[in-house]
């Protein structure tokens, strides 16, 4: 009796639920029946604005959980629950985790960097100095440096350590020392600024030193050495020509000396002969000079008496 009843109450709920769905199907065939087309369009929209919606949520979902790295950039990512990562992302578009993760992006080309210090040297004397260096983070050690340094790394560290180096090395060396051994000087500072700027992750690629000046006063007493060496060079100079004046007149002397004696020699030995030979060959070249000139006539007289007349043109 029991199992009779059941199988009455099952057969009776399905032809009331078959009877149920059939009657909603009418209503709906009814209702598209008397649906008008503005209604359809209206619906159809509604159904292309809700599946827009769907997309344009699933396209931002996507979008946040991807970031960029260009070339000669690293990336290093922070955890919530991690921390900084040790890891870091290279070139090439990665994958993080919507609000627990975050990108830091670094850039690890190189750059210039110009440094400044006024320091003493041996002798006390104060130098103005700028170097200038090209820098670049150690990629192996880019998530230690945005653990203790953070982005502005170069601008926390080189200030200080490329003043310490510099007045540490210029303090070995004088004032005149900076200029005449200035190569060692700037090997000497790249070296140490290098050993330093490792401690901190950063590479230093090229050091240079572009400005090295002295005080007013150190540049003044340098003038006035340099102007008063000038001076007894120039006096060392008037000196050794004098000398060389002096010697040149003597030997002069000597040789006009030496002259005379030989014509006095030649005079008491030939007699006046000597002295008319060389009156004929003296008057031979004045002749020859003479007769090149454009502006001179010569005249033929009798008895010796030759004329030369000046003709101006």
Do not use: W
């Amino acid at each position: 009796r029991h199992t009779f009843e059941r199988e009455r109450k099952r057969r009776r709920s399905s032809f009331y639920y078959k009877r149920t769905i059939k009657r909603q199907r009418g209503e709906d065939k009814i209702k598209m029946a008397s649906t008008s087309p503005a209604q359809l369009a209206a619906q159809m929209l509604g159904s292309l604005a809700r599946v827009g919606a769907f997309v344009g949520v699933g396209a931002t979902a996507v979008a946040s959980a991807l970031y960029d790295v260009d070339g000669g950039e690293r990336a290093v990512m922070f955890d919530r629950f991690r921390g900084v990562l040790e890891t870091t992302s290279g070139e090439g578009t990665h994958f993080m985790v919507p609000v627990i993760q975050s990108p830091t992006i670094y850039d690890v080309r190189t750059r210039p960097k110009s440094l400044s210090s006024v320091t003493g040297t041996k002798d006390l004397q104060q130098v103005n100095l700028t170097l200038r260096v090209l820098c670049r983070p150690n990629v192996e050690k880019l998530s230690s440096i945005h653990l203790n340094l953070g982005p502005d790394y170069d601008d926390r560290v080189l200030p200080s350590i490329g003043n310490e180096v510099l007045k540490a090395t210029v303090a070995q060396y004088n004032a005149d020392e900076l200029l005449t051994r200035r190569q060692e000087v700037t090997e000497q500072i790249a070296k140490s600024l290098r050993k330093r700027a490792e401690d901190f992750g950063i590479l230093l690629d090229d050091v240079a030193l572009t400005h090295l000046s002295f005080s007013h006063e150190y540049s003044r007493a340098i003038e006035a050495k340099q102007v008063a060496q000038q001076d007894a060079e120039r006096a060392k100079f008037v000196v050794m020509k004098s000398e060389q004046e002096r010697e040149a007149a003597v030997i002069r002397a000597e040789g006009e000396s030496e002259s005379a004696k030989l014509i006095s020699q030649a005079t008491k030995s030939a007699g006046p002969a000597l002295i008319e030979l060389r009156r004929i060959e003296a008057a031979r070249e004045v002749a020859r000079t003479l007769s090149g000139s454009k502006n001179i006539v010569y005249l033929p007289g009798g008895n010796g008496n030759n004329m030369l007349i000046g003709v101006n043109p």
